[in-house]
């Protein structure tokens, strides 16, 4: 079920309406029915996927806090290779089939194992990755096993945040479930607000702009490189709307029933640094791999080489993390290389992080950060290696400021007003920047949001780009 | 409560005069654009308020043969039967009754339309067309141009994907789904009673023609016409006998004659590849259709048996494009109901139907 659709806005009312109707020890049961019918309308027989990772996580967390020492690691360790496996099974086997197959093939063996058609279960690596960090809590101690198996279940399958995040940590999450929500005026506020500016920057700003950024990437030899290049600034505009609203709709869901999520996104083309953006993109995500992967591997508190190192690594394992293919690995090693670069450059210049207000220095390395951005989303949205090339070559050789993408004035408008938002907002999640306002120009906002999300939403079926992770 | 009163009310009116608002704003300003570009069917349905009689259909109406003499659509050669009469055509490939009802729904008050014509496809309640990957199109077109709401309210339905939106796979799954479980029920032994088995049951034995040998081309078409025949119009569930009653039933409220116009379907190929069982199957849903629709006070025209095989454009796939002889029968036979309703206007021409 997508969020940008009548069925989830009817289901929301629905699920929203029950959630308060029932008594408090009924209310995970129906959560969970409908976390179950959520992730089942897209492809239900991967429930069973679901169902068994949550099966062997929930024993697993229970016997690690039973255990000690050795027996505590390898409790640890099943439930770790149960979730990777899957997670490797589903979305890396073929991708592993065919790097082999192109190795082993000059050797003579182009076949070394079947090829399999595999359909990747919508939001694996999201719900397999806070399953992981929820057996990990647990080893480190730091969160209690949860012993009433439906709420770990909740905890996995909690319908807002199931398929793309944000991915949570236990110690946020599982303690909601057992808590008693009661109906707040503020929440459902705060929770509508957030669900009303995501709606618009997915619907109205991320799936109008798509069409161009389609059009491109299919021919690129087509256009000129002033069209091309267009399109390129929209992919950054289109990912960060997609994704940036789909958050907001879940966190917005999840708000309006009391529940906090983590936010995943803060203004991060706003950023004026490399370690600024990745504190601002997909927040979720990058804490995630700080806590279970950087600072496992020593953080930054090891030798420099090895900082660097770890830097790196992180970057590279979340480029696979993102897809599997080798683009997206090229597009974490280049975040991790100019991440390692801008370490250095700070080291040897002991440049101070800047700090403060949205002002021109600040507008010139946002500018700055945009681009490398926009540069690197190439590898990220390309289909393969052949088609950064093709883009590169059509840049070079198209070289003309004729503009055949025929964008109209009403999207070059809607992203006027999404910058001007975007500005407004800064350093503020919506709901938060609403609180502060006078009811005047709280309203007018409201009522451009609504409008727009009504008059022109795209209308092309344009899933949320992250559901294919 | 009363504080909640407080704070819901003010904002629910402020909520319903933005709506209001903003429809007005949409109405003027952007509402046309977004037909011509997400619903320029509705295209077909403007300039028609001086029509008396409108025909409805789909590609049947218009496709010819390049071979022949006369290329006009099944409308136009009724046209000659009337020429003092306004009769035009809303067509289009694919249409189904649904699509009817719609622009039926978009004929405003102060039309001089006295008659609908309407297609009646025997092949449009079969699962194969009901969950067609062109319905997607044909629903968001639908969406638009359906008057009941206002267009405002039409814009957030497309947007939000209120209509049946689903993928190409998904509606397999759904006529797969249907051709496997629905069981086909007749007064006399089946070999198979479920179109999966049929199919799978021709595929396997393959059609054996005169000379004893199997043939692969025919085989393939036999199992396509098992496909697309072997069903039986369940009234209660086929969305298609909805939209056929609400069509009668707006004809009722706004004085329109309806004439159905149950098509041909070449009956005499689905009885050489098929078999008796095939056919008595598609007799049964003719004689539903008939049977319903001429009880609900509706006009219908029977043409199911009446185009030669010969007279059918494609060979080699189920179709109801005819030749200009098939189409010129039918043009016929439908002077013949509209006689009954117009016959001043009637003027008796001489087919050349060989």
């Given at each position: 079920?997508?969020?940008?659709?009548?069925?989830?806005?009817?289901?929301?009312?629905?699920?929203?309406?029950?959630?308060?109707?029932?008594?408090?020890?009924?209310?995970?049961?129906?959560?969970?029915?409908?976390?179950?019918?959520?992730?089942?309308?897209?492809?239900?027989?991967?429930?069973?996927?679901?169902?068994?990772?949550?099966?062997?996580?929930?024993?697993?967390?229970?016997?690690?806090?039973?255990?000690?020492?050795?027996?505590?690691?390898?409790?640890?360790?099943?439930?770790?290779?149960?979730?990777?496996?899957?997670?490797?099974?589903?979305?890396?086997?073929?991708?592993?089939?065919?790097?082999?197959?192109?190795?082993?093939?000059?050797?003579?063996?182009?076949?070394?194992?079947?090829?399999?058609?595999?359909?990747?279960?919508?939001?694996?690596?999201?719900?397999?990755?806070?399953?992981?960090?929820?057996?990990i809590e647990v080893y480190r101690g730091k969160?209690?096993?949860?012993?009433?198996?439906?709420?770990?279940?909740?905890?996995?399958?909690?319908?807002?945040?199931?398929?793309?995040?944000?991915?949570?940590?236990?110690?946020?999450?599982?303690?909601?479930?057992?808590?008693?929500?009661?109906?707040?005026?503020?929440?459902?506020?705060?929770?509508?607000?957030?669900?009303?500016?995501?709606?618009?920057?997915?619907?109205?700003?991320?799936?109008?702009?798509?069409?161009?950024?389609?059009?491109?990437?299919?021919?690129?030899?087509?256009?000129?490189?002033?069209?091309?290049?267009?399109?390129?600034?929209?992919?950054?505009?289109?990912?960060y709307c997609d994704f940036c609203g789909y958050?907001?709709?879940?966190?917005?869901?999840?708000?309006?029933?009391?529940?906090?999520?983590?936010?995943?996104?803060?203004?991060?083309?706003?950023?004026?640094?490399?370690?600024?953006?990745?504190?601002?993109?997909?927040?979720?995500?990058?804490?995630?791999?700080?806590?279970?992967?950087?600072?496992?591997?020593?953080?930054?508190?090891?030798?420099?080489?090895?900082?660097?190192?770890?830097?790196?690594?992180?970057?590279?394992?979340?480029?696979?993390?993102?897809?599997?293919?080798?683009?997206?690995?090229?597009?974490?090693?280049?975040?991790?290389?100019?991440?390692?670069?801008?370490?250095?450059?700070?080291?040897?210049?002991?440049?101070?992080?800047?700090?403060?207000?949205?002002?021109?220095?600040?507008?010139?390395?946002?500018?700055?950060?945009?681009?490398?951005?926009?540069?690197?989303?190439?590898?990220?949205?390309?289909?393969?290696?052949?088609?950064?090339?093709?883009?590169?070559?059509?840049?070079?050789?198209?070289?003309?400021?004729?503009?055949?993408?025929?964008?109209?004035?009403?999207?070059?408008?809607?992203?006027?007003?999404?910058?001007?938002?975007?500005?407004?907002?800064?350093?503020?999640?919506?709901?938060?920047?609403?609180?502060?306002?006078?009811?005047?120009?709280?309203?007018?906002?409201?009522?451009?949001?609504?409008?727009?999300?009504?008059?022109?939403?795209?209308?092309?079926?344009?899933?949320?780009?992250?559901?294919?992770? | 409560?009363?504080?909640?009163?407080?704070?819901?009310?003010?904002?629910?009116?402020?909520?319903?005069?933005?709506?209001?608002?903003?429809?007005?704003?949409?109405?003027?300003?952007?509402?046309?654009?977004?037909?011509?570009?997400?619903?320029?069917?509705?295209?077909?349905?403007?300039?028609?308020?001086?029509?008396?009689?409108?025909?409805?259909?789909?590609?049947?109406?218009?496709?010819?043969?390049?071979?022949?003499?006369?290329?006009?659509?099944?409308?136009?050669?009724?046209?000659?039967?009337?020429?003092?009469?306004?009769?035009?055509?809303?067509?289009?490939?694919?249409?189904?009754?649904?699509?009817?009802?719609?622009?039926?729904?978009?004929?405003?008050?102060?039309?001089?339309?006295?008659?609908?014509?309407?297609?009646?496809?025997?092949?449009?309640?079969?699962?194969?067309?009901?969950?067609?990957?062109?319905?997607?199109f044909l629903q968001k077109q639908m969406v638009?141009?359906?008057?009941?709401?206002?267009?405002?309210?039409?814009?957030?339905?497309?947007?939000?994907?209120?209509?049946?939106?689903?993928?190409?796979?998904?509606?397999?799954?759904?006529?797969?789904?249907?051709?496997?479980?629905?069981?086909?029920?007749?007064?006399?032994?089946?070999?198979?009673?479920?179109?999966?088995?049929?199919?799978?049951?021709?595929?396997?034995?393959?059609?054996?023609?005169?000379?004893?040998?199997?043939?692969?081309?025919?085989?393939?078409?036999?199992?396509?016409?098992?496909?697309?025949?072997?069903?039986?119009?369940?009234?209660?569930?086929?969305?298609?006998?909805?939209?056929?009653?609400?069509?009668?039933?707006?004809?009722?409220?706004?004085?329109?004659?309806?004439?159905?116009?149950?098509?041909?379907?070449?009956?005499?190929?689905?009885?050489?590849?098929?078999?008796?069982?095939?056919?008595?199957?598609?007799?049964?849903?003719?004689?539903?259709?008939?049977?319903?629709?001429?009880?609900?006070?509706?006009?219908?025209?029977?043409?199911?048996?009446?185009?030669?095989?010969?007279?059918?454009?494609?060979?080699?796939?189920?179709?109801?494009?005819?030749?200009?002889?098939?189409?010129?029968?039918?043009?016929?036979?439908?002077?013949?109901?509209?006689?009954?309703?117009?016959?001043?206007?009637?003027?008796?021409?001489?087919?050349?139907?060989?």
């Amino acid at each position: 079920m997508l969020f940008n659709t009548l069925h989830f806005l009817i289901f929301f009312v629905v699920v929203f309406v029950l959630f308060f109707t029932l008594p408090h020890k009924f209310r995970w049961v129906m959560l969970l029915a409908a976390s179950c019918y959520f992730y089942m309308a897209f492809i239900p027989i991967y429930i069973l996927i679901l169902a068994f990772t949550i099966v062997v996580d929930y024993f697993a967390g229970i016997m690690i806090e039973k255990s000690h020492d050795k027996r505590k690691r390898w409790f640890l360790i099943a439930s770790l290779v149960a979730n990777i496996g899957i997670l490797a099974f589903f979305k890396y086997y073929n991708f592993l089939n065919n790097n082999l197959s192109l190795l082993l093939g000059k050797f003579g063996y182009p076949d070394p194992i079947p090829a399999l058609e595999i359909i990747l279960p919508i939001g694996l690596s999201f719900h397999t990755f806070q399953a992981m960090s929820y057996t990990i809590e647990v080893y480190r101690g730091k969160q209690k096993a949860e012993r009433h198996f439906g709420i770990y279940a909740l905890y996995v399958m909690f319908y807002p945040q199931l398929v793309a995040g944000p991915i949570e940590r236990p110690q946020n999450l599982l303690h909601q479930f057992h808590n008693k929500h009661s109906f707040s005026i503020q929440n459902l506020s705060d929770g509508l607000r957030l669900i009303i500016y995501g709606l618009f920057l997915k619907m109205v700003i991320a799936d109008n702009v798509s069409p161009y950024v389609n059009s491109m990437y299919a021919n690129p030899q087509n256009y000129s490189s002033t069209d091309i290049i267009t399109a390129l600034c929209f992919y950054s505009i289109q990912i960060y709307c997609d994704f940036c609203g789909y958050s907001l709709i879940a966190i917005g869901s999840a708000k309006s029933m009391g529940f906090n999520l983590m936010n995943n996104f803060h203004t991060p083309y706003f950023s004026r640094t490399v370690s600024e953006f990745w504190k601002r993109w997909h927040i979720s995500l990058s804490t995630w791999f700080k806590d279970y992967l950087y600072i496992p591997l020593g953080g930054n508190r090891v030798a420099l080489p090895r900082w660097m190192f770890n830097i790196f690594i992180v970057f590279a394992i979340s480029g696979l993390w993102h897809g599997a293919s080798w683009n997206f690995v090229i597009w974490g090693v280049l975040w991790g290389l100019l991440n390692v670069g801008e370490v250095l450059y700070n080291k040897l210049f002991s440049r101070p992080e800047e700090k403060g207000d949205f002002k021109i220095w600040h507008s010139i390395h946002a500018a700055k950060m945009f681009i490398i951005a926009t540069f690197l989303w190439v590898f990220f949205r390309s289909e393969n290696m052949e088609k950064v090339k093709l883009l590169a070559k059509s840049i070079k050789h198209n070289f003309s400021l004729n503009n055949s993408l025929n964008v109209p004035h009403l999207v070059w408008a809607l992203l006027i007003v999404f910058l001007v938002f975007e500005i407004m907002f800064y350093n503020h999640r919506f709901d938060k920047w609403c609180e502060k306002r006078d009811p005047i120009i709280k309203w007018s906002v409201y009522i451009i949001l609504i409008s727009s999300i009504i008059m022109f939403a795209g209308i092309e079926d344009i899933p949320f780009i992250y559901f294919q992770f | 409560m009363i504080k909640i009163a407080k704070f819901i009310i003010p904002r629910v009116l402020v909520l319903a005069i933005t709506l209001i608002a903003a429809n007005f704003i949409y109405t003027k300003f952007f509402f046309e654009k977004d037909l011509q570009m997400h619903a320029d069917m509705i295209n077909l349905t403007r300039g028609k308020d001086s029509a008396r009689v409108i025909y409805m259909g789909e590609s049947s109406n218009f496709t010819s043969h390049s071979d022949d003499k006369d290329p006009r659509s099944i409308s136009g050669m009724l046209c000659d039967y009337f020429p003092g009469l306004n009769i035009q055509d809303i067509s289009h490939g694919a249409l189904h009754a649904y699509n009817y009802y719609i622009f039926l729904k978009t004929i405003q008050n102060n039309s001089k339309l006295e008659t609908i014509i309407i297609t009646l496809n025997l092949r449009s309640f079969d699962a194969n067309w009901r969950y067609s990957d062109l319905e997607t199109f044909l629903q968001k077109q639908m969406v638009m141009i359906d008057p009941t709401y206002p267009p405002l309210f039409r814009r957030f339905l497309l947007g939000f994907k209120g209509y049946d939106n689903k993928t190409v796979k998904e509606r397999e799954r759904q006529f797969l789904h249907e051709w496997e479980t629905t069981v086909l029920k007749v007064p006399f032994p089946l070999q198979y009673n479920t179109v999966r088995k049929w199919d799978k049951g021709i595929a396997t034995n393959g059609y054996i023609d005169v000379s004893g040998n199997r043939n692969e081309d025919s085989t393939i078409l036999a199992c396509h016409y098992v496909k697309t025949y072997a069903f039986q119009i369940d009234t209660n569930k086929n969305p298609r006998i909805k939209d056929f009653d609400n069509i009668v039933k707006l004809a009722k409220q706004r004085g329109w004659h309806v004439i159905f116009n149950l098509m041909a379907e070449n009956t005499q190929k689905a009885d050489k590849l098929v078999g008796k069982e095939l056919v008595y199957l598609i007799k049964q849903n003719r004689d539903l259709l008939v049977s319903r629709y001429s009880k609900m006070g509706a006009i219908v025209v029977d043409n199911l048996e009446c185009v030669n095989d010969s007279n059918y454009i494609d060979q080699n796939w189920t179709t109801e494009h005819y030749k200009e002889t098939g189409r010129k029968t039918i043009a016929k036979n439908l002077s013949e109901a509209l006689k009954t309703i117009y016959p001043q206007y009637y003027k008796s021409i001489v087919a050349d139907n060989k």
